[in-house]
């Protein structure tokens, strides 16, 4: 079958996107899907809490540390072959964990699960950069930040009907036809024909990658939760150690793991930055709000979800819409006004009443998440479009770093202020603190109207 030059002929263009967004969907689900099960998973194994929490920080953390190593191999043996072997990664670990029959063998089969979860994401939205047309490109990742958005807030719903009617095994047996559809479709409709760069893998950068992220990761958790003062030094005296080496092998390499080659693109640079700050402050109030809900107003943990609802809802809806106006509108002016809007909600939501009721919670949060989707979809539109095409998948990972170490961040955040800050205070200073990355974001992304549209390139 021939190959276009701009992107895939419908509908052969929709089948890609089914089996883009299908792996997508899974990917991000597997990780806050157990969640509700931690519990159950504790007793039956016999393990303490604390202990049962690495069924979740085992998958996490294996995409934190081999995300970057994965887009490299995309961009070096295609993206295709990537995502498809991160499929059947992926349904293999999920085959392995609904059948595992103590702790360490489901962590064991997290970790393979994290890395199939890694394969699929690192190339995901480099993909779409060959499926659809390139000035249609903002349509695709507005899919992408719809199903991102839906997942995160389906997981634990999606968790409680499944153990409403059966048992927590059926949790991830179900990834299994799933991804077999998922590889199907994948193989069947996704371009073979993609731009490559000539490289060899560097495998001293992958471990180097590894350790330094994973070391940062620890280090902010250590800070976050007052570990011993002795540990955290050492931990951060390693990641200087091993982060300095890494970044000065980057510098020297034509097509680096970790790509300085395209963060020397202005646009492409201010894009990562305003994207680590908006995951940062969306984290700062998604994080801290469910403690206010019920600590301070005395929600229950299904009126919480509830409440918290609406966000997803609200940037469900805009993102398509932001979609379609990047094709129009300058990025820059669509992300400050998202920016601006999503700052607005978190203000709002900083100023609650003393005795809110449940409309005072969700219109703001309606707000916060109208302004996520009107500021996310551009911003990951002019991420990928800025990066020379054989270097779709070093961009598609810089996007999720740039997510996932926001995200990380805002987390550690939150755990700092509330160690700092008097219960009744610590979500409204959260919140605030929110506001002000929320702000430095939007600046960030005026800044880019100095730098020509890539689409309209």
Known sequence: MAEPADGLPLPRRLWAVMAAALALIMSVIDGT????????????????????????????????????SFSLLGDIYGYRRIFLSGIV??????????????????????????????????????????????????????????????????????????????????????????????????????????????????????????????????????????????????????????????????????????????????????????????FTAQMLAMVSLPFFFQNTLGRSAVEIGLLLTPWPIATLVTAPVAGILVERIHPGILGSIGMAIFAAGLGLLAALPDVPTNLDIVWRLLLC????????????????????????????????????????LGTTLVALLFGMVVQERSTHVCLLCGVAFAVVAGIVSSLRLSQAAPLRN
């Not at 099960?37 to 995409?63: C, E, H, K, R």
């Not at 070093?394 to 990380?408: F, K």
Request: with cysteine; hydrophobic share 50%; charged share 10%.
């Open 33 to 68: 899907i157990v969640n509700v099960a931690l519990p159950t998973l504790a007793d039956q194994f016999g393990v303490s809490p604390s202990s049962a929490i690495w069924i979740v920080n085992a998958y996490q953390l294996v995409i934190t540390i081999s995300l970057l």
């Open 89 to 278: 990664a992926f349904g293999v670990s999920s085959l392995a964990c609904a059948l595992s029959r103590s702790f360490w063998m489901l962590t064991a089969a997290r970790v393979l699960q994290g890395f199939g979860a890694s394969a699929i994401t690192s190339v995901n939205t480099a993909q779409l950069r060959t499926i659809y047309p390139r000035r249609q490109i903002g349509r695709g990742l507005s899919i992408n930040a719809m199903i991102v958005a839906v997942s995160i807030a389906a997981g634990p719903s999606l968790a409680s009907a499944i153990l409403s009617v059966g048992t927590w095994p059926w949790l991830f047996a179900l990834n299994v036809p799933l991804a077999v559809a998922a590889w199907v479709m994948g193989y069947r409709f996704l371009p073979k024909k993609e731009e490559r760069i000539q490289a060899r893998f560097d495998k001293v950068s992958a471990v180097a990658n590894a350790l330094t992220f994973g070391l940062l990761i620890y280090t902010l958790e250590g800070v976050a939760h007052h570990e011993n003062r002795l540990y955290v030094v050492v931990q951060l005296l390693l990641l200087l150690a091993v982060g300095t080496f890494y970044v000065r092998r980057q510098l020297r390499m034509e097509n680096p793991m970790l790509p300085f080659d395209l963060m020397r693109i202005p646009i492409f640079s201010l894009s990562v930055l305003t994207s680590v700050c908006s």
């Open 369 to 408: 998440g109208m302004g996520f989707g009107l500021f996310q979809t551009p911003n990951n539109t002019t991420l990928i479009s800025s990066a020379p095409l054989n270097r779709s998948g070093s961009a598609s990972g810089m996007l999720g770093m740039a997510r996932l170490l926001g995200q990380t």
